[in-house]
């Protein structure tokens, strides 16, 4: 992968910015950095709360789908939630049978099955609901492009209320102009439709969920009692679905990680256990790589409906049972996924190495790790990846992931006709083909793209060229005012370049990471930790040889002279607090 790096150069006066609101200088131009611009803008930024969030009832057909349903619950009538099966489906889905359960409402739920079901609501799931004597259907993270399965819906006489944040479907006109398509549902409530004056465009499918909730109490004169109510679902869900952690989702992110380690769910407070995390001050990692995958895993190995009932648990010892076995089901999704990933390079440097747009097909991968295999094709390669498996009666399904320049939503569409299902947005998509089609899919992408060599390089914004002399606890601790990070607010980097490798020491039970010392032209001193010391190692002895590897090993002179992109941190050890730094990446000085 191709990296060039570039240290931001946005102006403002940061002295002034630093004094104004009690921060370093160095504090001032990482939020200028994130375009974050205006007294309004840093304030809202640094100490944002719910009253800096949007109403309701600004969504479109929000009043109407509300108005709806307070209908249903006073008529008594058997209403069933229809969500997806990850994180952001499981978190909506119990935000909609909480809420609806409490207001009065006779409330079912259903999560699809990702092998047979594949995404989204059915038309399986609309003749099971008909039987069950279900009057209305509420969906959530999904059913923007549910079109057959609303339709079915309708013609057994049932009420259908989407509410969704994905892309609207559409047709390209002959002139290049956009027809879009909506479901014939009774309301439709996705900020992406047009029309829809919701002035943010970024909430997941639980945001959605949460103001539906939300306006139904309104419109029912029902009291919110507790202000923090569902926000711990709504921050996991907006990080795990990869949302922007700016505007109101930084506030509701935020106020997540402040409340989870206090949070009164048993069933979360169990996985908060089993991982480790209870009592401990959370981040967004935590959130995205920790217990995110967890209930992610439920839905790609069992159903996510364990997920589901995990939250639902209002029982103690079956909660931390149930736990366990969350955190068991994501321990082999980890395995399964190490080795999906090292089949799919293999394929990739065998067969399609110079290809622009990577189309692999991996046999026998389970279908739920195409995704995340794909993803991690896309990282290595920093090329859109489409990643195929096996799925029933030999059709293929995958998933696909991009990267910033390369719309893959809009790229697919342009052959929709290939497809037997498609859907996504511009960095990622779902789909499934016939095994014939694939070649021509693979050859029609590479052909239509015009990705420039600067397109295919991974940019890399340093925030600010940093001396590890000017380093400091206190500054240290003021960067935490950043938090929390994500898509569009990424953690703070900083970097120094042609740096000495002075030593390295391999530590933990097996040598897994290891303790650089680092030395700059003045002197200086630090101490870096890396937690993916082999890739590092093998880095030096590509650049450097392994004669100069060896002396770096041994704490010898050498020749090694490196540029560091890092993150300044804390590490408090037997009472007493040092300095060191997280290296993000290296480069050959």
Known sequence: MKE??????KRADFNEIGKKYGIDPVVARVIRNRDIVGDEAIEKYLHGSFKDTYAPKLMKDMDKGCLIMIDKIRQGKAVRIVSDYDVDGIMSNYILYKGLMEAGADVSYEIPDRLTDGYGINTRIIRDAKNDGIDTIITCDNGIAAFEAVELAKDYGMTIIVTDHHEVPYETNSDGTRSYKLVPADAVIDIKQQGCNYPFKEICGAGVAYKFIRRLYELMDK???????????????????????????????????????????????????????????????????????????????????????????????????????????????KEMTEEGTRKAIEIVEKDYKNDIILVIYVPKLHESLAGIVAGRIKEKYYKPTLLFTDGEDGILKGSGRSIEGYNMFDELNAIRKHFLKMGGHEMAAGFSVEKDKLEIIRDELNKRQ????????CKVHIDVAMP???????????????????KDNPKALFGQGNLSVVRLRFMGKDNQFGRITLQDERGFRAEAVDFRINSFVENIKMWFGEQECDKMLRGQPNNIKINVAYHPELNYYNGNTYIQIRPDRYQKA
Not at 450 to 457: G, I, N
């Open 223 to 333: 009291s919110w009692e507790d202000e923090d109510k569902y926000i711990e679902m709504l921050g996991l869900a907006t990080v795990c679905d990869i949302m922007s952690i700016t505007d109101e989702n930084r506030v509701y992110v935020k106020r997540a990680l402040d409340i989870i380690k206090d949070t009164d769910n048993i069933g979360l407070k169990a996985l908060l256990s089993v991982n480790g995390l209870l009592n401990r001050k959370l981040t967004t990692y935590d959130f995205g790589f920790v217990l995110g995958p967890c209930f992610n895993a439920t839905g790609r190995l069992e159903s996510a409906k364990v997920g589901l009932s995990l939250l639902l648990s209002e029982d103690e010892e079956f909660a931390a049972r149930e736990a366990e076995n969350i955190k068991s089901i994501n321990a082999e999704r």
């Open 4 to 9: 060039k790096w570039t240290v931001y150069a």
């Open 468 to 486: 590890f002399s000017y380093i400091t606890p206190k500054l240290i601790n003021e960067l935490e005012l950043l938090e929390p990070y994500g």
């Open 450 to 457: 015009s990705l420039t060599e600067e397109d295919l390089t």
